[in-house]
């Protein structure tokens, strides 16, 4: 089966220009098809502070209202996807900067409010697989923000990490997907301080004995989630750590057994 390596961008890797340039370049060496998910890093933050828009937050995870969805969108759909995509084109990649509602590729339901009110923040309801194959067949290189859509005219902020595992699990029918999460840590730590403390390899029951035990808590359990999810929908391989495109991997390795 033809194999394809779906690698989602986040963190400090984003707001570090010379880090992101070095990734980049990585990632345009690669010679399987590929697709690019990034993040927002703290770029929005910053403008919706200068802007006098407070961001907020909830255990991590950003609360979008109406003048803060303008905002992101702006700044991931705009600055850090065609800088990105810019980056690509200079090597040699042919490089296309998508959202989900462009070519109607990833339709989302705004989340349900539960004790949280997280206002337009989507979650995934189908991948377009059909319109990224096609793309992918006219050797066009999809670079995605974290923006996707309801199909009712309404962008949806939604988390990076969960549209790389929406994108490799509606692709594993078709492909052998590596999915590869970076990020600024060395991978999975055993101690969050201590980035000499990467775990090498955990599998779905080591997962939920670390995150019983607090060795996995909050964003990074987001991030895990997706990735077991991803492998669960037939996903060949997933990766976590902050350099882990070419063979030469330095990060976690997580499996189900």
Do not use: W
Request: contains cysteine; charged residues 25%; negative net charge.
């Amino acid at each position: 089966m033809e194999k394809l390596k779906i690698v989602k961008i986040g963190g400090n890797l984003i707001d570090d220009d010379q880090k992101l340039k070095d990734i980049l370049q990585d990632f345009s060496n690669l010679n399987d098809k590929k697709i690019l998910i990034h993040g927002g890093g703290k770029l929005a933050s910053a403008l919706s502070t200068q802007l006098g828009i407070v961001p907020k937050l909830h255990e991590g995870r950003r609360i979008t209202d109406k003048e803060s969805l303008k905002i992101v969108t702006m700044v991931y759909a705009g600055f850090i996807n065609k800088s990105i995509v810019a980056y690509l084109q200079s090597f040699g990649d042919n490089a296309l900067g998508l959202t989900g509602a462009d070519l109607d590729m990833i339709r989302s339901h705004r989340r349900i409010v539960t004790n949280i009110d997280y206002g337009f923040v989507g979650d995934i309801d189908e991948v377009n697989g059909e319109a990224l194959l096609n793309l992918m067949n006219s050797n066009v290189v999809p670079v995605f923000c974290a923006l996707t859509h309801n199909g009712k005219g309404d962008l949806l902020n939604t988390n990076a990490d969960t549209i790389a595992s929406a994108l490799a699990a509606s692709l594993s029918a078709h492909f052998s997907v590596d999915l590869i999460y970076l990020f600024e840590k060395g991978g999975v730590l055993h101690k969050p301080d201590d980035d000499n403390s990467v775990i090498d390899n955990i599998n779905l029951s080591t997962y939920e004995k670390l995150k019983k035990d607090g060795t996995i808590s909050s964003g990074m359990i987001p991030k895990l989630d997706n990735a077991f999810t991803a492998l669960k929908e037939g996903v060949s391989s997933v990766f976590v750590g902050a350099s882990g495109i070419s063979k030469e991997r330095k990060g976690t390795i997580l499996s189900l057994d």
